[in-house]
């Protein structure tokens, strides 16, 4: 493929203004499941079994933490010198795999065998590049994934969401390279007081009844992306601290959070989907069709917000980087 490139800009707290011409993708990011937790047939998951949100919850380290980390690293003296930023590079996986096509929402997400210190990340930050065609304003920002330790995983996302049909170019190094492309704009609103999903696909918007999660087991609020769907996963509750709730295989799973958060087919639906929020914490459709509707449509990096809700997803709770405002996702990058 042809393209024109031109030099990426760097501005103050990592912010770029990328102006190259391509298009990137990459490796797929093993995501760990919980919630309603469950592992695809036919595919191989990877990562831990899930854990009960509230155990989730507290192993979140706070900014105070990382601002604890961040300046014993600061005054840290190693005897042996600390591995270069480059060969660090050399574990890195980045979550979008070469050719693909993905939503609006997809951030670019490198991910590596063993944490950046602190002082490296700046210099770690530079050996990243990503060019777009046309021109997108963004910015990388390390984030505290729920199953890595800090410093293992660092995203970019642009200010807005990508306009579809930009091409993207990752560089990670000098031995990783992928392309991908953005593809058509669908974003699902999902009401968790009014039992409803609004669809917007391009210009046109569709209306689904829903049900959420019920009382105490609340749906994540929020803005999530879309990480993977599949046509069958078996869910089970004692992974998530439900006891013996359930245990069986849904269809039509589109994967949102990496605690097992799913929008998927669920009997329930049929007759409380539009009146009722009675799941455990995923959103429920229909068996006559509407589930399946919506699975054929969905690719990752779609985007699903959750309004109405309790608690905001966590950004490393799979992809949920567009949960921060763009100041504080830029004051995330170590170039500021």
């Known amino acids: 493929m042809n393209a024109r490139r031109r030099t990426t800009r760097t501005r103050a707290g990592g912010l770029v203004r990328v102006l190259a011409a391509a298009a990137a993708c990459t490796f797929t990011l093993a995501l760990a499941l919980a919630g309603c937790s469950g592992s695809g047939e036919g595919v191989r998951v990877e990562g831990p079994s899930g854990i009960p949100r509230a155990q989730a919850e507290a192993d979140a380290k706070t900014e105070a933490d990382v601002d604890a980390d961040a300046a014993a690293d600061a005054v840290d003296v190693d005897v042996k010198p600390r591995p270069t930023p480059l060969k660090t590079l050399a574990g890195a996986r980045v979550n979008i795999a070469e050719g693909q096509t993905v939503g609006v929402g997809m951030p670019i997400s490198v991910t590596l065998e063993r944490p950046v210190p602190v002082a490296d990340r700046a210099e770690f930050e530079r050996q990243l590049k990503v060019g777009t065609d046309p021109g997108t304003e963004g910015s990388w920002s390390w984030v505290k994934d729920r199953a890595l330790a800090d410093g293992q995983r660092v995203d970019f996302r642009p200010r807005a969401y990508w306009k579809p049909g930009t091409k993207v170019t990752v560089q990670a190094g000098a031995g ?4 991908f492309t953005i593809g058509r704009s669908l974003i699902a609103t999902v009401d968790v007081r009014e039992h409803t999903m609004t669809v917007v696909k391009d210009g046109s918007t569709q209306r689904v009844p829903i049900t959420a999660g019920a009382p105490g087991m609340d749906t994540w609020n ?22 013996d709730s359930y245990a069986d295989w849904y269809s039509y799973a589109v994967h949102l959070t990496a ?15 539009g009146r009722q929020n009675v799941t455990h914490g995923c959103v429920g459709l229909a068996d006559d069709g509407t589930a399946k509707r919506f699975y054929d449509q969905v690719i990752a990096g779609d985007v699903v917000k959750v309004v109405g809700s309790e608690e905001t997803v966590a950004v490393g709770n799979g992809y949920g980087d567009w949960n921060l405002g763009w100041k504080r996702w830029v004051a995330g990058s170590a170039l500021r």
Do not use: C, E, W
């Open 259 to 273: 605690s097992g958060t799913y929008l998927h087919q669920n009997p329930k639906a049929n007759t409380y989907a």
């Open 176 to 179: 990783i390279t992928r392309h």
């Open 222 to 243: 929020g803005t999530m992306v879309v990480s993977d769907k599949q046509p069958r996963v078996f869910m089970d509750s004692r992974s998530v601290g439900y006891g």
